[in-house]
């Protein structure tokens, strides 16, 4: 496994405002051997951004001896793909057909895709179920042919979004494809958020999990309910079956510390506990 940090859990990261270079140099200065790019139609790394652009961009990355082979999207969440309107489906199609594309010229192997909102805390999107299903569905056979044709794996993530909260719908779902280029962005942190058991779902999808997103949650039950962000192991995640779960389906691929929200010494603190956990930077 690969030690992993996200370019959302830099300062101006969620904006898109933070520049590659310095990405690039806060992550190898932290320790981590791994960097996920995010893309958006704003920022500095966009859906429009172009395929020379990408290749210097590229070059950076060869110098620098990071691993950057993921890329994250959360255009989903404001142009839905399983919006209500039809315009807006086909927009956030035609955008992750573009982000795609970008990762490839990247040198990406892999697309982070919310495949859509049912009901979420941080949308203000209401969509029926079996709506949403199918139109999910729709999405990835238009996204499937330009994957698998740019060599990029469409990888569904487990997210706040009222969409696959059980491991067998998920599973599934992503057999009802034929395809090598589909499968899923597991967040083990997400799944605190509806009272999941993240050992049991990577032992459920096994193979076709294709990347792992790690954050932490402290139990914030009462009178006001819910989770609250804290450092890695120091909330709630069954850190040790956890990683005893991942190593059980041979699971070699980065793990991406999707850490929020920042602060000066979040990167510092992230790659530390990275190491005890999972026991980085070791000869074990």
């Not at 489906?89 to 970008?102: E, G, N, T, Y």
């Not at 990406?108 to 979420?120: N, W």
């Not at 932490?216 to 009178?223: H, L, S």
Request: aromatic letters at 10%.
């Amino acid at each position: 496994m690969i030690k992993g940090i996200s370019y959302w859990a830099l300062e101006g990261g969620l904006d898109g405002t933070h520049s590659i270079d310095s990405a690039i140099y806060q992550a190898k200065s932290a320790g981590f051997d791994a960097l996920e790019l995010a893309i958006s139609t704003e920022g500095v790394l966009t859906t429009s951004t172009s395929a020379e652009t990408c290749k210097q961009i590229r070059t950076k990355i060869n110098d620098s001896d990071l691993i950057v082979d993921t890329l994250a999207s959360g255009m989903s969440w404001g142009t839905n793909p399983t919006s209500n309107d039809a315009k807006v489906r086909q927009r956030s199609i035609d955008l992750h057909k573009d982000a795609l594309r970008v990762a490839s010229h990247l040198g990406c192997k892999a697309l982070l895709f919310v495949p859509g909102v049912v009901k979420s805390p941080i949308s203000s999107d209401i969509v029926r179920y079996d709506e949403a299903i199918k139109r999910a569905r729709d999405a990835i056979e238009q996204l499937l042919p330009v994957a698998e044709d740019c060599g990029v794996d469409l990888c569904l993530e487990n997210v706040w979004n009222g969409l696959f909260y059980s491991p067998l719908e998920f599973r599934d779902f992503i057999d009802s494809f034929d395809s090598q280029s589909l499968g899923i962005y597991l967040d083990v942190g997400n799944l605190l958020g509806y009272q999941q058991y993240p050992p049991h779902w990577i032992e459920l999808l096994d193979y076709r999990i294709k990347r792992i997103h790690i954050k932490d949650y402290r139990e914030n039950f009462g009178w006001t309910g819910g989770y609250t962000f804290c450092d890695l192991g120091s909330g709630e995640v069954p850190w040790a079956a956890t990683i005893k779960a991942l190593k059980k389906i041979n699971y070699k691929e980065t793990i991406i510390a999707e850490m929020l929200p920042w602060d000066e010494s979040l990167l510092q603190r992230t790659s530390k506990a990275m190491d005890q956990l999972f026991g980085f930077n070791t000869d074990n």
